[in-house]
């Protein structure tokens, strides 16, 4: 009867909510970063900056394929197992890697970079602009802000009732529903690579997970990275518009599919599985 007790935890509870709040902290970055970027740069300089963040974006998940490497090499129940007394090795299909140190380290890190922002000023000069600017602008929205009235203010009921008609709108604009298309598409090409390169690296050519996740983060996002800074780099440089920019990102992103077909050439005999390739005699 021991046996036939199915094994059984909610400690998954736990990490779907540790999800939830991450999520929530993660996604005013990216729509909060472009618009800080775009307010308070010189429209020159913007494209460059948004190459630098997107750059950083690339970076960190490199350095997250390294630490989850490292974490794979070391056992699941690290610290109340003696090394010694674990049989199995990384490349056997029963070994369970430390998956729970990389997302205490990446909190912890996440928290200590969090701090800083709460030393931010409430209002920033925009690039090229004089403090005396700055300090004549607060002076005249000062009496504004001191003549606003309670009752003046939006209610959330006013927000949601104007939000959809501005929705409708997003909803009508081709240019953006493109733009949304087409960054759907290259968000799930990345997130099948990330989901199920890791494996296919294990079951075809042999290697542990620590090694396939090595792969990936070395041979893939690097170049991802130097991408991004100098696109960003070239559009400061020459002065690319968007009529021009959108042109660039059409033809580059042809190549790059057409390239991507070469993969369909490149793929290595089914390994023999028996019971599904092969029969068991």
């Not at 602008?137 to 006013?158: F, G, I």
């Not at 800074?229 to 580059?252: C, D, E, P, R, T």
Request: charged fraction near 15%; charge should be negative; proline fraction near 5%.
């Amino acid at each position: 009867t021991e046996c036939e007790k199915e094994p059984g935890s909610l400690l998954w509870i736990f990490v779907m909510i540790g999800n939830i709040v991450r999520g929530m902290g993660e996604t005013p970055i990216m729509p909060l970063g472009i618009s800080y970027l775009e307010d308070f740069a010189k429209a020159e300089n913007s494209p460059f900056y948004l190459g630098c963040l997107h750059t950083a974006t690339v970076v960190g998940p490199f350095l997250g394929c390294l630490l989850a490497s490292f974490c794979a090499e070391l056992f699941v129940d690290l610290g109340s197992v003696d090394a010694e007394e674990i049989t199995i090795t990384v490349t056997d299909a029963r070994w369970v890697g430390a998956w729970w140190l990389g997302i205490l380290i990446c909190a912890s890190l996440n928290l200590l970079a969090a701090i800083p922002f709460w030393f931010l000023p409430k209002s920033l000069v925009k690039e090229g602009e004089t403090n005396e600017l700055q300090e004549a602008n607060e002076r005249s929205v000062a009496p504004l802000q001191e003549n606003d009235k309670p009752e003046d203010k939006q209610t959330m009921y006013e927000i949601a009732k104007d939000f959809i008609p501005f929705l409708k709108a997003l909803l009508r604009n081709p240019v953006y529903m493109l733009f949304i298309c087409i960054t759907v598409l290259q968000f799930s090409a990345f997130d099948g690579m990330i989901s199920f390169m890791p494996k296919y690296l294990e079951q075809q050519f042999g290697k542990s997970a620590s090694d396939a996740i090595f792969l990936i983060g070395v041979y893939n996002l690097p170049v991802i990275c130097v991408g991004y800074f100098f696109g960003g780099l070239f559009m400061k440089k020459f002065k690319i518009n968007i009529y021009q920019a959108a042109n660039i990102a059409f033809w580059v992103s042809l190549l790059e599919y057409l390239l991507y077909f070469g993969a369909y050439w490149t793929v290595c005999d089914t390994s023999l599985v028996a019971g599904l390739t092969v029969s068991y005699e």
